[in-house]
Nanobody, 125 residues
Framework: QVQLVESGGGLVQAGGSLRLSCAAS????????MGWFRQAPGKEREFVAA????????YYADSVNGRFTVSRDNAKKTVYLQMNSLKPEDTAVYYC??????????????????WGKGTLVTVSS
C-alpha cells in the first residue's frame, strides 16, 4: 500500500510561485511514476505534470509547460511541483497520484493506482 499526502497549497497573487509536495508512505515509492492533477470548481479533474518511475522523463500539460516543474526525491519519498508565473486559471485543488512503473507520458491518461486527498491552490488576480 502507498499513501500520498499533499502539502504546500495556499493563496498567492498572480505571477507568484508555490511549491507543492507529495509525501508517500510505503517501501516501493521509487517504482512508481508520480503525477500531479488538478480540479477547478465546476470542472473535471485534469492532468498537470508527471515524472516517470525512473525519474528520467517528465511530461506536462500544454497549459503549464514552461511554468511548472515536477521533480522527485526518492530518498525522501516525495514528489514536488514547482509552480511559477501562476495565473488565476491555475486555481484548483491539486492532487498527486502514482502508477506502478509507468512512463511519464502514460500518466496523462488511464487509471492511477493511488491518489492523495489534495491541496487547494488559489491564485488571486
Amino acid at each position: 500500500q502507498v499513501q500520498l499526502v499533499e502539502s504546500g497549497g495556499g493563496l498567492v497573487q498572480a505571477g507568484g510561485s508555490l511549491r507543492l509536495s507529495c509525501a508517500a508512505s510505503g517501501r516501493t515509492f521509487s517504482s512508481y511514476a508520480m503525477g500531479w492533477f488538478r480540479q477547478a470548481p465546476g470542472k473535471e479533474r485534469e492532468f498537470v505534470a508527471a515524472m516517470s518511475w525512473s525519474g528520467g522523463s517528465t511530461y506536462y500539460a500544454d497549459s503549464v509547460n514552461g511554468r511548472f516543474t515536477v521533480s522527485r526525491d526518492n530518498a525522501k519519498k516525495t514528489v514536488y511541483l514547482q509552480m511559477n508565473s501562476l495565473k488565476p486559471e491555475d486555481t484548483a485543488v491539486y492532487y498527486c497520484a502514482g502508477r506502478l512503473r509507468s512512463t511519464a507520458q502514460a500518466m496523462g491518461g488511464g487509471e492511477m493506482d493511488y491518489w492523495g486527498k489534495g491541496t487547494l491552490v488559489t491564485v488571486s488576480s
